[in-house]
C-alpha cells in the first residue's frame, strides 16, 4: 500500500477527524426542537384546511355519483359491478316501488274501516311476495348472462345478491347514479 502524501505544512501534528464536528444534542433539546402543534394554531390554516376538506369531500361525492371507479366504495368497484348496475337501471321493478306501498299502507290503516286496513295489509304482502320473486328471478337471470359475457370461472361471486340490493332502492336514490336509461340495457 502506498503511504498517503503528507500535506504542504508538515509541522502540523496529525489529528485524525473524529464524529461530526459538532456536539451530540441533548434529548432534552431534540424533543424541544420536535415539538409542534398537533393542529394548526392561525385561523386562516384551519380555514384553508377546512376548505379543501370540504372540497376533497365534494369532489369525492360527485365522483361516486357519476360512477368514477376510484371514488366508488369497494362493493361497487370493477367492470362486472358496472355492467350489473347498468343492466337493472336499464329495467322496471317491482322491487323499486316497495316503499312506495308502505307508505300507502300506512296511510290506509288510518282509515277507520277494518276491511280497508285488512285488505291493505293483505295486499301488501302480496305485492312484496311478488317483489321478491321479481328479485330471484332478476338474480338468477344477472348470474346466467354475466357467467355468459364475462366467463363462468372469471364472474364474481355476489353479483346476484347486488342486482337485487340495487333493484331495491327507488332509480332517484340510487347510488351511483343510473347511467343507463331506462330500456337501454348493456350488451
Do not use: C
Not at 434529548?27 to 372540497?55: C, F, G, M, W
Not at 360527485?62 to 362486472?80: C, S
Request: net charge positive; proline share 7%; aromatic share 6%.
Amino acid at each position: 500500500m502506498s503511504k498517503p502524501i503528507p500535506a504542504a505544512n508538515d509541522d502540523a501534528p496529525e489529528t485524525p477527524a473524529v464524529g461530526k464536528g459538532r456536539a451530540t444534542p441533548t434529548r432534552a433539546e431534540r424533543e424541544a426542537a420536535n415539538r409542534r402543534p398537533l393542529v394548526a394554531n392561525t385561523k386562516e390554516a384551519r380555514a384553508a384546511a377546512k376548505a379543501d376538506l370540504q372540497a376533497r369531500r365534494e369532489r369525492a361525492r360527485i365522483g361516486m355519483e357519476q360512477g368514477e371507479d376510484r371514488y366508488l366504495p369497494a362493493r361497487d368497484k370493477g367492470p362486472q359491478r358496472r355492467w350489473v348496475r347498468d343492466y337493472v337501471d336499464a329495467g322496471w321493478h317491482l322491487s323499486e316501488w316497495i316503499m312506495a306501498a308502505m307508505l300507502l299502507v300506512i296511510l290506509l290503516n288510518l282509515v277507520p274501516l277494518p276491511d280497508v286496513q285488512l285488505w291493505s295489509m293483505v295486499a301488501l304482502w302480496g305485492y312484496m311476495l311478488l317483489a321478491i320473486l321479481d328479485m330471484v328471478l332478476l338474480s338468477m337471470r344477472i348470474k346466467k348472462k354475466a357467467a355468459v359475457k364475462f366467463g363462468a370461472e372469471r364472474r364474481e361471486r355476489g353479483l346476484g345478491w347486488y342486482a337485487a340490493m340495487r333493484a331495491l332502492q327507488m332509480r332517484f336514490m340510487r347510488l351511483p347514479k343510473p347511467q343507463a336509461k331506462r330500456g337501454q340495457y348493456p350488451d
